[in-house]
Nanobody, 125 residues
């Protein structure tokens, strides 16, 4: 099994910002598309965003929840993906999971193959 390691979670006030990091092995990072999911208490995991491992497809976001507030990026020199979160709201409170997977169907679908253990993000005054 391969492991993804998230970090950067914590307590943030509403309207604040936070950046999550996800470090993967070189073999994973060089061949997989990195992404983020989240799971709020009592709910299932929801898609947040995905990046790319090449220049074919643009990053994609869950436009109903985070579009315009979150930004996903990759640093290939560090084998690390980031999720920059701004204008955080209480409803953003969740465990955030880093993923590594594949883009299918000409960019329509994203299929995670590996999951991190998650990092807690709490937005509260």
């Amino acid at each position: 099994q391969m492991q993804l390691i998230e970090s950067g979670g914590g307590l943030v006030q509403p309207g604040g910002s936070l950046t999550l990091s996800c470090t993967a092995s070189e073999s994973i990072f060089s061949t997989k598309v990195m992404g983020w999911y989240r799971q709020a208490p009592g709910k299932h995991r929801d898609f947040v965003a995905r990046s790319t491992s090449d220049t074919i497809f643009e990053p994609q976001y869950n436009k109903d929840t985070v579009k315009g507030r979150f930004t996903i990026s990759r640093d290939n020199t560090k084998n690390t993906a980031y999720l920059q979160m701004t204008d955080l709201r209480p409803e953003d409170t969740a465990v955030y999971y880093c993923t590594a997977g594949r883009i299918l169907g000409g960019g329509v679908a994203y299929a995670p193959d590996y999951w991190g253990d998650g990092t807690q993000v709490t937005v509260s005054s």
